[in-house]
C-alpha cells in the first residue's frame, strides 16, 4: 500500500512562478524524502529531511514537515521549464528495514 | 560518476519466458532496492539487501519471481514464467547504509514488455 499521497495529481505553472506540491502519510516516519523522475528516466534523489526537522533549503527547493499533521510540501521556486518532471515523496517508516515507501508522485510542467 | 547501471534497457518477450534483470549497484553501496512502476500501481518496493543479504522481498510474488546478489558488483532479479501482468519499468537502486538515513541512487531501469 502507498504510504505517502501527493497532491496534486499534476501542476502547470510558467517559468518562473513558484510550485508547491505536497505530500500526505498514514503513519509515524524517520524521514521523509524527495525526489525527482524525468520522462524515461530514473528518479533522482532531491532532498531528505529527518523526523525532527522542520524545514530544509537547497538551492531553489524548500521542504517543510510537519509530524503532527503527517504531511510534508515541497517549494520550488523560481522554476524552469527544466524542472519539468515527476515528484515524489517518499517515506521511510521507521520499521527496521530503511527502506522506502513512495507516492504516486506529482507531474510538474513548466511552461516558457 | 557513479552511477547504477541496469541491462538490459528494454526487453520485450513472451509470456512463459524466462526474464533476467541485471544490476550493478554504485561501488561501496552496501544496500541494493529492486522497484517495479507501473501507472496504476506506481512505484513499488520488490526487494532489498543489505551486504549482499536479502532482508526484505515481502513485495515480490514468490512463485515467479527470484532476486539474488551473486556478489557485491551484481544483482539479478528473474521471472520465470513471465506474464503480461509483469510488464513495468522495474528499477535498481543502491544506497551506503550506516548509522543514519541515507538516499537511493537508481538506475535508468529496464522496461519490459510482455506480449
Known amino acids: 500500500s502507498q504510504q505517502g499521497e501527493e497532491d496534486p495529481q499534476a501542476l502547470s505553472i510558467q517559468e518562473g512562478e513558484n510550485a508547491t506540491m505536497n505530500c500526505s502519510y498514514k503513519t509515524s516516519i524517520n524521514n521523509l524524502q524527495w525526489y525527482r523522475q524525468n520522462s524515461g528516466r530514473g528518479l533522482v534523489h532531491l532532498i531528505l529531511?529527518?523526523?525532527?526537522?522542520r524545514e530544509k533549503h537547497s538551492g531553489r527547493l524548500r521542504v517543510t514537515l510537519d509530524t503532527s499533521k503527517k504531511s510534508s510540501s515541497l517549494l520550488i521556486t523560481a522554476s524552469r521549464a527544466a524542472d519539468t518532471a515527476s515528484y515524489f515523496c517518499?517515506?521511510?517508516?521507521?520499521?527496521?528495514?530503511?527502506?522506502?515507501?513512495f507516492g504516486k508522485g506529482t507531474m510538474l510542467l513548466v511552461s516558457p | 560518476d557513479a552511477r547504477v547501471t541496469q541491462t538490459p534497457r528494454d526487453k520485450v518477450t513472451e509470456m512463459g519466458q524466462e526474464v533476467t534483470m541485471r544490476c550493478q549497484p554504485i561501488?561501496?553501496?552496501?544496500?541494493v532496492f529492486w522497484y517495479r512502476q507501473t501507472m496504476m500501481q506506481g512505484l513499488e518496493l520488490l526487494a532489498y539487501?543489505?551486504?549482499?543479504?536479502?532482508?526484505?522481498d515481502s513485495g515480490m510474488p514468490k512463485d515467479r519471481f527470484s532476486a539474488e546478489m551473486p556478489d557485491a558488483t551484481l544483482a539479478t532479479l528473474k521471472i520465470q514464467p513471465s506474464e503480461p501482468r509483469d510488464s513495468a519499468v522495474y528499477f535498481c537502486?543502491?544506497?551506503?547504509?550506516?548509522?543514519?538515513?541515507?538516499?537511493?541512487?537508481f538506475g535508468p531501469g529496464t522496461r519490459l514488455t510482455v506480449l
Open positions: 529531511i529527518r523526523s525532527n526537522e
Open positions: 561501488l561501496g553501496h552496501n544496500t
Open positions: 517518499a517515506t521511510d517508516a521507521n520499521s527496521g528495514y530503511s527502506t522506502l515507501t
Open positions: 539487501f543489505r551486504n549482499r543479504a536479502p532482508l526484505d
Open positions: 537502486a543502491s544506497g551506503r547504509s550506516g548509522s543514519g538515513p541515507y538516499e537511493q541512487f
